[in-house]
């Protein structure tokens, strides 16, 4: 696969400012003149998301292996625009990606391993941004309408030992998502340009 882009994936718990930041970051990037793709997982709009939402609100019950295949599936019908996208010189930021279903799996006792394997035909990403707040601040941000997961503390905070353990690893840039939003923005930009000069 010839890549000429970039994806640069945000990742964190719900309510950490992933979507904020991560449209930020797409306005500064297209006022540079970058071409830039914006993509929010899970995408609801197809089958494979609608099935991903009907699960989240308690319409069905997966096992764990099953729901995460799913959200990992939902990211492949979306594979083949996002590499052409990337083959064109595209910038695609991604409100989550692989990494959440390495953090939540896992979390839920799942090989990370695996859940990484059955991702690597996916376009990987150039940086991954970890936006990281603990599961009570994620609780006190939002009260109301929250899935299954976002209910569940203890849960939260095993996905969020996971994302800070993958954010060890080269390509990751841990945020303290409890700091002022522009204090955030600015550590975000730094980051990216570092990554792949000014953004």
């Keep these: 696969m010839t890549q000429r882009g970039h994806v640069l994936a945000f990742e964190g718990l719900d309510q950490s400012g992933k979507q904020t930041q991560a449209e930020r970051l797409a306005e500064a990037l297209r006022n540079d003149g970058r071409w830039v793709e914006f993509l929010t997982f899970p995408e609801y709009s197809t089958v494979v998301g609608n099935e991903i939402s009907r699960a989240l609100r ?3 019950d997966y096992e764990p292996h099953t729901l995460q295949l799913l959200y990992i599936a939902n990211r492949y019908e979306f594979r083949p625009r996002i590499v052409e996208w ?7 930021i991604c409100d989550r990606y692989l990494a959440s279903s390495v953090a939540y799996g896992e979390a839920q006792g799942l090989d990370p391993a695996w859940l990484l394997e059955v991702q690597r035909h996916l376009p990987q990403p150039s940086l991954t941004l970890l936006l990281d707040i ?7 941000r ?29 390509g990751w840039v841990l945020i303290d998502g409890q700091r002022d939003v522009d204090a955030v923005t600015a550590a975000v930009t730094a980051a990216v340009r570092l990554r792949l ?3």
């Design 86 to 92: 990337l083959g064109a010189g595209a910038i695609v």
């Design 142 to 170: 939002k009260h109301v309408a929250r899935d299954k997961f976002e209910r569940d503390l203890p849960l939260l905070s095993r996905v969020r030992e996971s994302y800070c353990r993958q954010a060890a690893a080269p």
């Design 134 to 140: 603990p599961p009570d601040v994620s609780l006190q």
């Design 197 to 199: 000069g000014r953004p």
């Design 58 to 60: 308690g319409e069905c």
